[in-house]
């Protein structure tokens, strides 16, 4: 086979021979070691059913707010992207496209999907678009290309979903008893619109908690038995940590009869902006308390501006596109909870940015001194091959390699999880590289770091 960009034994690999000699014999230490992926957003069903992925747009273009964005911004209306404008057409818009993904870390990982899953070795273009559609459904079609075939040809060991507080988890627990599949799926405790009580279901959310977690409580109190009732069933059916998707990293700690009086004027309805972003910020401290008596890691992913452009939200919902990194503050942010919880005895605080900014600002020196925190690795916008350079850069020398937390996909697109486990592993391979052709690493250290990042990192921070 020739060398191609998706099968070029050196990309991403240092362009200096001999910083790239070192790097390659890194990566050979870790590129056959499993995935372990312990925040996404595949959904547990496709897997405990085994149902085969529909046809290509559907499972690469229209889900995809990574490729339905650029389309856009090149002048393409979202409606020709939609699954009502027919799978053949979608493909050949993305098509026509897909020079704008060049340089990209989307094109990266398509690129090597389409060569190194599905077998497609062709350029993209307007003329090619009926051939690979044609070309990767018959791969689709393929008993071979099932969700859990592919779950073992992807040597993943652990997949951790991202679910409702209310969800039954039973795919998670018809998985756990298959003794045929041998892999890992495991929930994570999702409670955003549980909280957060701006949005737009959250009255509803909390009536549906108190009615069937509480218990038998009811106000505020019951809330939170509802809560901890909750964490505890998904830790029964093999989970490991808590997400908080939140405007802001803010925490608070209100008196109980403060909490409780915001809790009841919220579902009243007469809760203003400030109220909720008070309530917001005295429920992640009380998370992080539930996380110090359940074990369940907490993870922080917040500064993203929802729903940037209202008309295409009323036309086309959440995830299309349009949500806005914004600059955050963590030091201030964070505190009310360190202060309690920062030297908890397993408490594990994973905290992850939009912001680059604070990488080497806030986020390493609060790992480098907590033993709660760790540093999420480059998430959404920065997990691409640059600005996971630049991540790496901007912590190891104030937080060393031990105080991150592996690296992590969350997507929902699961054929690209090998594609962006693999570049992971790339970049990591050369920025250590690079410390050892410096001489500030001996290459013996290194080989035993890049182990470290690889598999050790994400199983000591989430518990694995």
Request: aromatic fraction near 10%.
């Amino acid at each position: 086979m020739s060398k191609t960009l998706a099968t070029h034994p050196d990309r991403l690999l240092p362009a200096d021979p001999g910083t790239r000699s070192i790097a390659r014999a890194l990566l050979e230490r870790v590129q056959d070691l499993p995935i372990i992926s312990p925040h996404g957003h595949v959904d547990a069903a496709v897997i405990e059913q085994n149902t085969p992925f529909p046809d290509p747009a559907a499972l690469l273009v229209t889900p995809d707010h990574y490729v339905t964005r650029l389309i856009h911004a090149s002048g393409v209306p979202l409606d020709k992207l939609q699954p009502k404008a027919g799978a053949r057409n979608i493909w050949r818009t993305f098509c026509q496209a897909w020079p704008l993904f060049d340089g990209t870390a989307s094109g990266y990982w398509l690129r090597t999907q389409f060569e190194s899953v599905f077998g497609w070795q062709g350029e993209l273009s307007a003329d090619t678009a009926d051939a690979s559609f044609d070309a990767i459904s018959a791969k689709l079609a393929e008993p071979g290309f099932r969700p859990r075939e592919l779950f073992k040809d992807f040597n993943i060991e652990v997949l951790a979903t991202t679910d409702d507080p209310l969800d039954s988890l039973d795919s998670h627990r018809a998985l756990a008893a298959d003794a045929s599949f041998h892999g890992r799926v495991l929930p994570t405790f999702r409670p955003d619109a549980y909280i957060n009580i701006a949005h737009p279901s959250w009255r509803a959310n909390v009536e549906r908690l108190l009615a069937e977690a509480s218990d038998g409580g009811s106000g505020y109190r019951g809330y939170l038995t509802a809560l901890e009732n909750r964490r505890r069933y998904f830790v029964d059916h093999g989970a490991v940590s808590a997400d908080h998707g939140v405007r802001t990293p803010a925490t608070l700690k209100l008196d109980p009869s403060d909490a409780e009086a915001l809790f009841d004027k919220a579902v009243s309805g007469q809760a203003n902006a400030q109220d909720r972003d008070a309530f917001e910020a005295h429920m992640m401290y009380q998370m992080a308390r539930m996380s110090v008596e359940d074990g369940l890691v907490m993870t922080i992913h917040p500064g993203s501006y929802r729903n940037h452009h209202q008309p295409t939200f009323e036309a086309f919902g959440a995830d299309t596109g349009h949500d806005i990194p914004f600059a955050v503050n963590y030091t201030e942010a964070v505190r009310p909870l360190l202060q309690d919880f920062g030297t908890a005895k397993d408490f594990h605080l994973v905290l992850f940015t939009l912001d680059e900014t604070v990488f080497s600002r806030e986020l390493a020196p609060l790992a480098g001194f907590y033993p709660s925190v760790y540093i999420g690795a480059p998430w959404w916008f920065l997990d691409a091959p640059d600005a996971m350079l630049r991540f790496r850069s901007a912590v190891t020398e104030t937080a060393g390699f031990s105080r991150s937390s592996g690296f992590i996909d969350d997507t929902r697109a699961f054929c690209s999880i090998p594609a962006r486990h693999d570049a992971s592993r790339r970049i990591e391979a050369s920025f250590l590289a690079r410390l050892v052709a410096e001489h500030r690493l001996s290459e013996d250290r290194a080989h035993e770091l890049i182990v470290d990042v690889v598999d050790s990192s994400p199983r000591r921070v989430f518990k694995l």
